[in-house]
């Protein structure tokens, strides 16, 4: 029976265990980390198990390519260690931290290794879906290793050539005894056969829900370079008067925003820009300025503050004392009576942020609460700093993928705003006096 | 000079007032899709299934709001070709009917031509076998010169089991074979096949087609082959077909037992059940014991009325929040009296346009859509399920099966304590009405007769709005139009002959004896096309 859980049911039963399959340099830990990050975000806890990273913390120095040779006996019992001591922890990991979705991140290129994982996971329970990356693009390779190997702890005190060298060298160990999934000998598992970075792909046999999402997920990301722009509306009305919600005009200063953002963007100089906005005056009227086509999405909407809607946190705290201490205590959970929660949101917004991945160079224009969410999903915060995250008035934040993650960048166009960031407060006992709930309440009007 | 905004007064949406003509009714919370229109071209042998993709996902299409609508190439050449006599029209040696067959492509395609370029449609669906390169090579084209995007579905099954399922569930009974008894039926209908099997040249995505947007559908889902996505609504369309399957099963819809606000006639809020409520909840219990399904799924919103009414089912339930009714905004809790004291013009303009309608700090049907699609492409997912929701809600997911227009789907009748059952069944969905026998109180208003109709009321291009998968272009005998193909002349000999029947063929097959279904089981269903 579900009790006051989350808005969205609960899909996973069995733990589920993601396993890359794949030739170095072919995009296996750069998909294990999105994915991750993905699943982490709509509230499925997950996490990448990385066979390199134990190999690392076994063999302290890495020499050369030599380590991978498949004749290499020594060094393939280390290596076989490292994969079970990396098993052992997932079923760790499920078992006692309540986890749901494990993701295998290592080569996993011949039968036999599936094979052991495949009758590991049976043993216990756990669902097995593989994610095979295949790519023979040899600029891609080469781009791939550019980006993220050469700042690998392996090759951080070598020349950038002589590291090539070594990486091709290491690939050619694999590649001799690389199986693929067989899609006639391996039809009855649960795989993705991704192809040439997204051109093609194959599914077979997918199980449930988590696994449909994580092929719509795979489906939709592309690694094509581009940048998106959030920002929150320009000062509106309300906030002058420090009041939370409702649907009104930018103030003078806010409006001054809206001019200072079309210069900004006009600067940026970029193609095909696409931009949306919220249903709600305040962002319009914002994007109004930049004088292009933009798309209003519902799903932008500032979160409801239900009865709350348009009061002060003084007139919250006056009005609802045990409702503003119950959300000081658990604010991602928290939601307002007859209104949302930060847990709506990310649910709410989910779309968005398939939409997202799937465009190229995108502006956000929305509202304090849900461009937390968004950077919480780029910059992989968890739940509990996401309603802490500062998104002032009047500032954008670049995006930009780089190598694993995300680099951000923050431009404050110089337009004074009121501060809309309210702390959290050292007491939050539904007891305490207002003194000590108003405590971190910006000023205002 | 920023534009001065004004909200428009039925959709509460902000738009620029400076523009000249009326702020147009543009997308409400979903990005502009697929800019040039879509042709999707079904692929495969006969009884693949490809008519079931072509309608089920035109429905969901139009649902979504993307008007979208089906062009059957078998239902131009029923009209060319007044009597089906058996499969030897289907040999690739009958010269006569192969160019009657080409003549139906062009028709049906010059129609696709029609619709996505003067009649506001986005997606084609083209459902045929298409199964030469040819062929296909030639829609490419026509595509390509109409500046359409084209996509594949191909689906590919061997498994004989499977194909004879689908042979006796659409095909014996379809038109063609109206005369014949079931064994002859099958029998003509495998033949028919035959005569395909040997010019089928399948999509080769490794080589030939790499460049081609497709995705290959393999034993009914087993498996996807899926290249070259081009775009946000080819992404939803994979999406989707990955996410249905055929396995028999049935959805229950019902709203909670009557509340304490349903007593007094007010719109939303979290009340709980009445004593009249709490007996449906206790007939339910009892109704689902009855249907002894296997593996039943319970979902219920996050709303007290619709939890309390599962509880008396001691089984495990699941909550969404997207199923909670409807957001009255600023009108929760009032009764209808109240609104219409307080708020006349809101009133008036919602039984104006009551789908586009939003509660003023509430939400709109068209909202609604948007909001409860996740719920559908679970259920699309799963097998049996009760889903225990709310009036508005469930006007929402009976639109959907129903294959509803956005018109029509505020105004479905959605009594309490009624269970609605929903069975798939060939190409659409069996539907029955079942009273668990305990009073209530009614909750729906019909469109008032008088109400004046607003501006722009008709298609939108690219909102959320339901739209009914349309019903067939033909309207007049295709062989008159068959001379006006710009490609290929018919010869003279064809043209003045009313049919074709080459003599050596018997007009009608042998065993003459009529059997129909049983007509019960037509009752609630869509017309089999």
């Not at chain 2, 999406?239 to 959805?251: G, S």
Request: proline share 5%; with cysteine; glycine share 4%.
């Amino acid at each position: 029976m579900s009790k006051d859980g989350p808005s969205v049911p609960q899909f996973c039963n069995s733990p589920t265990m993601i396993v890359m399959v794949g030739l170095p340099a072919r995009g296996k830990t750069y998909i294990s980390k999105k994915l991750t990050r993905y699943l982490n975000w709509i509230g499925v806890p997950t996490k990448v198990f990385n066979v390199g990273q134990y190999r690392r913390e076994a063999v302290k120095t890495y020499k050369n390519f030599e380590f991978f040779k498949p004749d290499n006996e020594e060094a393939m019992r280390i290596r076989k260690a490292c994969a079970s001591a990396a098993l052992k922890d997932v079923s760790a990991y499920f078992t006692k931290e309540h986890g749901q979705v494990a993701v295998f991140d290592a080569t996993n290129t011949t039968r036999e290794r599936r094979a052991i994982i495949i009758s590991f996971a049976k043993e216990r329970g756990y669902k097995v879906f593989f994610v095979e990356s295949i790519c023979e693009d040899p600029e891609i390779i080469a781009e791939n290793i550019k980006q993220v190997k050469f700042g690998s702890p392996d090759y951080v005190d070598r020349d950038i050539d002589e590291a090539m060298e070594d990486f091709i060298q290491r690939i050619e160990c694999y590649r001799a005894n690389y199986m693929s999934i067989d899609d006639e000998k391996d039809r009855k598992l649960s795989y993705i056969k991704i192809f040439d970075v997204g051109s093609r792909y194959l599914v077979n046999r997918v199980q449930d829900h988590i696994q449909s999402r994580i092929v719509y997920y795979l489906m939709n990301i592309h690694v094509t370079p581009r940048s998106i722009y959030l920002s929150r509306h320009g000062e509106s009305e309300l906030n002058l008067s420090g009041r939370i919600g409702g649907d009104a005009g930018l103030s003078s200063r806010g409006q001054k925003y809206a001019n200072a953002l079309a210069t900004f963007m006009r600067g940026q100089t970029i193609k095909d820009l696409k931009v949306w906005t919220s249903h709600m005056k305040r962002t319009i009227q914002t994007a109004e300025a930049l004088g292009v086509q933009y798309e209003q999405w519902k799903a932008l909407n500032e979160i409801d503050a239900g009865v709350c809607e348009e009061m002060t946190y003084e007139e919250i705290q006056e009005n609802f004392p045990e409702e503003f201490a119950l959300r000081d205590q658990d604010k991602y959970r928290y939601r307002y009576p007859k209104g949302e929660s930060y847990e709506d949101l990310v649910h709410r917004l989910e779309p968005v942020i398939m939409e997202l991945e799937r465009q190229e160079n995108v502006l956000v224009i929305c509202h304090q609460a849900v461009m937390r969410c968004l950077l919480a999903y780029f910059l992989d915060k968890p739940a509990d700093e996401l309603p802490y995250l500062r998104c002032p008035l009047h500032t954008v934040l670049k995006l930009t993928p780089v190598a694993y993650g995300c680099k951000v960048e923050s431009f404050f166009l110089n337009i004074e705003a009121v501060n809309t960031h309210r702390e959290r407060p050292v007491n939050v006992n539904i007891n305490r006096n207002p003194e000590e709930a108003l405590h971190t309440v910006p000023d205002h009007i | 000079m920023p534009r001065e905004l004004t909200q428009n007064r039925i959709q509460k949406i902000w738009v620029p007032t400076r523009d000249d003509k009326p702020a147009p009714r543009r997308a409400a919370g979903a990005p502009h899709l697929a800019n040039p229109p879509t042709v999707i071209v079904m692929v495969g042998l006969p009884a693949r299934g490809k008519t079931y993709m072509s309608k089920k996902l035109t429905r969901y299409l139009n649902w979504i709001g993307i008007p979208t609508k089906v062009f059957n190439v078998g239902e131009y050449r029923r009209e060319a070709v007044k009597n089906y006599s058996s499969y030897d029209f289907f040999k690739s040696d009958n010269e006569c009917a192969v160019k009657i067959r080409q003549q139906c492509a062009l028709a049906a395609l010059r129609d696709v031509k029609s619709y996505l370029k003067e009649e506001g449609g986005q997606v084609a669906v083209f459902d045929a076998t298409n199964t030469t390169r040819e062929r296909r090579d030639m829609i490419l084209k026509f595509g390509h010169e109409n500046d359409f995007k084209v996509f594949f579905i191909e689906s590919v099954c061997d498994d004989p089991n499977v194909i004879a399922s689908n042979i006796m569930e659409v095909k014996v009974s379809c038109p063609d074979y109206k005369d014949c008894n079931k064994t002859d039926a099958m029998l003509d209908f495998q033949r028919r096949i035959e005569c395909y099997k040997a010019t089928y040249q399948p999509l080769d995505p490794d080589n030939l087609d790499r460049d081609l947007s497709l995705i290959r559908v393999i034993d009914v889902g087993r498996r996807f082959l899926v290249n070259r996505i081009q775009d946000h609504i080819q992404s939803k369309i994979v999406y989707y077909l990955m996410n249905i399957h055929v396995q028999p099963r049935t959805i229950y819809l019902c709203r909670h037992g009557e509340s304490t606000d349903n007593l007094e006639g007010r719109l939303g809020g979290d009340a709980g059940l009445s004593p009249r409520g709490r007996q449906f909840s206790a007939a339910l219990a009892r109704f689902v014991e009855e249907q002894k399904l296997k593996n039943l799924k319970i979902w219920t919103s996050q709303l007290c009325r619709s939890i309390q009414t599962v509880e008396h089912l001691g089984i495990p339930y699941e909550q969404w929040k997207a199923l909670n009714e409807i957001d009255a905004g600023i009108c929760e809790e009032m009764t209808y009296d109240e609104v219409k004291e307080k708020f006349p013009e809101e009133f008036a303009l919602r039984d104006e346009d009551k789908y586009y309608y939003r509660y003023p700090a509430g939400e709109s049907y068209q909202d609604l859509v948007q909001r409860v699609e996740p719920v559908i492409m679970e259920l699309e997912r799963q097998e049996n399920v009760l889903v225990i929701c709310h009036q508005a809600v469930m006007r929402c997911l009976l639109a959907y099966f129903l294959d509803k227009s956005a018109d029509e789907m505020p105004y479905l009748k959605c009594p309490l304590h009624t269970v609605l059952k929903l069975t798939p069944v060939a190409y659409g969905c069996k539907v029955e009405s079942i009273s668990l026998n305990v009073e209530a109180v009614n909750t729906h208003r019909d469109r008032p007769e008088e109400v004046k109709r607003g501006p722009g009321t008709l298609i939108r291009r690219n909102s959320v709005t339901p739209l009914t998968s349309p019903e067939s272009n033909i309207k007049k005998l295709r062989i008159d139009d068959l001379d006006e193909a710009p490609i290929h002349e018919l010869p003279p000999t064809v043209a003045s002959m009313g049919l074709c029947s080459p003599s050596h063929l018997p007009l009608a097959l042998s065993g003459q004896k009529l059997r129909r279904d049983s007509s019960g089981r037509r009752d609630f269903l869509q017309p089999c096309q």
